[in-house]
């Protein structure tokens, strides 16, 4: 499920071109539905029916694929990790790190979202509109997850089919994590057959979101008009609130690489600083890891890292690394809850927190809205928010995303210089 750096680099110009299209759609449906409601009644309440049934064809579309598409990623992306890091040291120092800063990338995700709506809240005039109109998008309830006692039980799935079929993430995540691990202990030719398998299903439901993204802009569109005829010039502040505090979040764990890089890395502060111009300049232009990996290599050799250590690490990182994956997609999944006023109950909190670090141990390379839908989806499942506000959401995440790719770019070549040292490589 990975590319080429030079195929990488021309996608990523598609997607950008794709992306702009979404958004066009979305500013043109919140536009549209606002003067929607000077026409007369009969007209308007037909162009929402229209536009209701358009979106939410558009939603199953993208429903359909999400747990099917899940267990098929975990398994490869465990497996394919695991076996990773049995190659060698370097390899397991670089994939125990890996999996110790997206869980820390998690947590930190639904403290800060919790901490920044409660600091920068909504208007209470625009949150309410927002849930009104975000309520006739989607009219799904909210799932509820029972008490402690009985939210532990049911971490492991008695029946695996029942659970996909009632949307319980969590433990399909869990047994997605152990099937993986599992795998790994199979014969290689078995292992091999079993990967290939998991590899080719997800796949064929990548190229399936891949269609469904192709008409994302009528989608978003029919979304928009319907959201933007209930909360007129609202959703528009909701949108930027969004992207202000997802984007935050970004540039924090962005931030973290950098004492991560000097304590756990021994690199000095302005030699990393220097370092990583040329390959933040490349992931924000490319939004794409993989087109930066050239750039990142140079840097690391720059700072003092091994070719052996920076040959092996990058390569594993820009594959399976995502740092800011788990905060910012936790992030999303928290600030739904908060523009739905739902209040999540501490076992979901930490259902959505767990699913959110195990989704991106060994997370393989996706297109970014693709990504984007697979990531976070279940994570609002374990939440117990709807996903109806991923397709508006989806349409402004070409800016969040740049703080992605260049978070992502800094601690994967901080990862590299910790590696290094801890190989015992430098003092």
């Known amino acids: ?36 409601n000077r026409i007369g009644q009969a007209p308007r309440d037909d162009a929402l029916g229209v536009a209701s049934f358009v979106g939410t064809l558009w939603l199953n579309a993208l429903k359909m694929t999400v747990i099917p598409l899940v267990v098929a990623l975990l398994v490869v992306g465990i497996a394919k990790s695991a076996e990773a890091a049995q190659t060698g040291r370097v390899a397991g120092r670089a994939m125990l790190w890996i999996v110790i800063i997206c869980t820390a990338s998690a947590v930190f995700g639904a403290i800060a979202t919790v901490v920044l709506t409660d600091a920068f809240p909504l208007p209470r005039e625009t949150a309410a509109l927002l849930q009104t109109a975000l309520g006739n998008v989607d009219k799904t309830a909210a799932g509820t997850l029972p008490g402690p006692a009985e939210f532990f039980k049911g971490v492991i799935p008695p029946n695996i089919f029942a659970a996909a079929n009632n949307g319980d993430v969590l433990p399909l995540t869990v047994f997605a994590l152990l099937f993986g691990l599992a795998l790994t202990r199979l014969a290689a030719p078995g292992r091999r057959s079993v990967v290939g398998l ?21 989608g978003v569109f029919a979304l928009a008009f319907t959201v933007g005829a209930a909360a007129g010039g609202a959703a528009f ?8 505090v997802i984007s935050v979040i970004g540039v924090l764990v962005t931030l973290a690489a950098y004492p991560l890089a000097v304590i756990a890395g021994n690199v000095r502060m302005g030699e990393f600083t220097r ?61 739904v809850a908060h523009w739905l006023g739902i209040q999540p109950s501490l076992s979901q909190m930490i259902a959505a927190t767990a699913v959110g670090a195990v989704m991106s141990y060994g997370a393989v390379s996706l297109p970014g809205e693709v990504s984007y839908i697979s990531s976070i989806a279940p994570i609002a499942f374990a939440l117990g928010v709807p996903i109806a506000p991923l397709g508006l959401l989806v349409a402004v995440e070409m800016v969040p995303d740049i703080f992605r790719t260049v978070g992502n770019v800094t601690h994967d070549v901080a990862l590299a210089s910790i590696v290094d040292r801890s190989a015992g490589a430098r003092a």
């Open 1 to 36: 499920m990975t590319e080429p750096a030079g195929k990488a680099t021309a996608a990523g110009g598609a997607r950008n071109f794709r992306a702009y299209y979404v958004l066009a759609a979305l500013v043109a449906g919140l536009v549209a539905g606002m003067l929607a």
């Open 198 to 218: 998991f590899e080719a299903i997800g796949d064929g439901f990548v190229v399936i979101i891949d269609w469904v993204l192709v008409v994302a802009p009528l």
């Open 237 to 244: 502040a909701g949108l930027g609130h969004y992207v202000v």
């Open 275 to 335: 370092g990583l111009i040329a390959p933040q300049t490349v992931a924000i232009s490319t939004r794409s890891s993989l087109a930066s990996l050239p750039a990142m290599l140079t840097a690391s050799r720059a700072m003092g890292i091994r070719d052996e250590v920076a040959d092996v690490t990058l390569p594993i990182a820009v594959a399976l690394f995502r740092a800011t994956g788990p905060a910012m997609n936790v992030a999303v999944a928290f600030y």
